[in-house]
Structure formats: C-alpha cells, structure tokens
C-alpha cells in the first residue's frame, strides 16, 4: 500500500504562483517514477509532469512547459509542483500519483496509487 497526502493548492491571481507538495508513505518512494495530474470541472482528467525515481529526467505537458517545475526530494519522499506564471486554465483538483515502474510517464495506467486530490483555483 501507498499513501499519497496533497498539500499546497489554493486561491492565486492569474500570473502568480503556488507550489503542490505529495508526501508519500509505503512502498519505496525512490523507487518509483512519480507523476502529477489535473481535473477540470465537465473535463476528463489530464497529465501534467512527471519525474523519473531518480529524479533526472522529468516530462510535461506542453500546455505547462516552462511554466512549471516537477521536483523530488526522495529523503523525504516527497514531491513537488512549482507552479509559476499561473492562469485561469490551470485551474482544477490536482493529484499526485505513483508510478508502478521507476521511470515518469504521461499514461495513466501505469500509475497504481492515488492521492485525494488539492484544489488549485486561478482567478482572473
């Protein structure tokens, strides 16, 4: 079993910044590829950023590339979203998820654990 708690969603003006926490418990955190993904209100659940166990090669949705920042800290198995230059369309319930496989993917499938999700609300 693995336990995944968000952490750092809320209520941010267009053009500023939050940063997502995911602390994880159970299974080896260093050991699996981490992702995070994005609800919208009346839309399917979309991939945002993901990161490798060892943390060295991270991938993104190109609707958030450079505008945000996927990290990991694996002493604390924790992981991270810098979320920077923020707009209305980032808006959604955010979820962190655990790969069953080492390496970061945008496929759903491959992830196996849930976490229950942070609001991140952007208003213009």
């Known amino acids: 079993q693995v336990q995944l708690v968000e952490s750092g969603g809320g209520l941010v003006q267009v053009g500023g910044s939050l940063r997502l926490s995911c602390a994880a418990s159970?299974?080896?955190?260093?050991?699996?590829?981490m992702g995070w993904f994005r609800q919208a209100p009346g839309k399917e659940r979309e991939f945002v950023a993901a990161?490798?166990?060892?943390?060295?090669?991270?991938i993104y949705a190109n609707s958030v590339k450079g505008r945000f920042t996927i990290s990991r800290d694996n002493a604390k198995t924790t992981v991270y979203l810098q979320m920077n230059s923020l707009k209305p369309e980032d808006t959604a319930v955010y979820y962190c998820?655990?790969?069953?496989?080492?390496?970061?993917?945008?496929?759903?499938?491959?992830?196996?654990?849930w976490g229950q999700g942070t609001q991140v609300t952007v208003s213009s």
């Open positions: 159970g299974r080896t955190f260093s050991n699996s590829g």
């Open positions: 990161i490798s166990w060892s943390g060295l090669i991270t």
């Open positions: 998820a655990a790969n069953r496989f080492r390496d970061g993917s945008s496929r759903e499938v491959e992830y196996d654990y």
